[in-house]
């Protein structure tokens, strides 16, 4: 149990696209989900948090007009990527908590913006 | 959340015992020892977690000194598939009433030889 999908798995877009990556808890219902971002040989960067039903909470330095994050359902939740630029590629996973304290990530998705 | 420091990488020959070391001198009372590890090109993966008492699962075990200012992750034997970026991580459930988001370090970066 307590798996955790992400499509696409790779997406390969145009500078000035926007690109919606989907984050979905298969087998149980999520509350709240994660979005982090990492670059090649750095570690995780949480970018926002997603309550279901609400407002996505951002870290600071994350622009929310251009990282617009919908938690729509207790198991799904989208990320668009809105006028993605080449320095925005990179690797996005998403994680979603079912009870505390552990949390259960996506396998991915890596996004090259040309 | 408390900071933890791990050394940068370490190596291990196959089928032989792994010990991570981290340390986290300024762990409040209340914070959990999280270990989770991510395999190259995929998201983190939970390990184990712990409090106070050490811990046993089917991945690992988690030993815990007695004042809680470092823990050791334990491979019992390890396995090629067992190469990842291991990170430790501290977090309050409790913490701003949220579900927890992880804060990543830098990890320790396993490799293990034939």
């Known amino acids: 149990g307590a798996v955790v999908s992400q499509h696409p798995s790779w997406v390969i877009c145009k500078s000035g696209t926007s690109v919606k990556i989907e984050c979905r808890s298969l087998d149980f219902q999520a509350t709240t989900m994660f979005w982090y971002r990492q670059f090649p040989k750095q570690s995780l960067m949480l970018m926002a948090t997603s309550n279901e039903g609400s407002k996505a909470t951002y870290e600071q330095g994350v622009e929310k007009d251009k990282f617009l994050i919908n938690h729509a359902s207790l198991t799904l939740s989208t990320l668009t990527v809105t006028s993605a630029h080449p320095e925005d590629s990179s690797f996005y996973i998403c994680?979603?908590?079912?009870?505390?304290?552990?949390?259960?990530f996506g396998p991915g998705t890596r996004l090259t913006v040309t | 959340d408390a900071k933890t420091t791990q050394p940068n990488s370490m190596e291990s020959n196959e089928e032989e015992p792994v010990h991570l070391p981290c340390n986290h001198s300024t762990i409040s009372g209340t914070d959990y020892i999280h270990w989770y590890r991510q395999l190259p090109s995929q998201g983190p993966e939970y390990v184990i977690h712990g409090l106070t008492s050490n811990v046993n699962n089917r991945m690992a075990s988690l030993a815990i000194a007695e004042d809680r200012k470092s823990s050791t992750l334990i491979l019992h034997r390890a396995t090629l598939r067992d190469a990842a970026v291991y990170y430790c991580i501290l977090r309050d459930p409790d913490y701003g009433g949220s579900q927890g988001n992880l804060i990543f370090g830098k990890g320790t970066k396993l490799s293990v030889k034939p």
């Open positions: 994680s979603a908590s079912r009870t505390k304290p552990e949390q259960y």
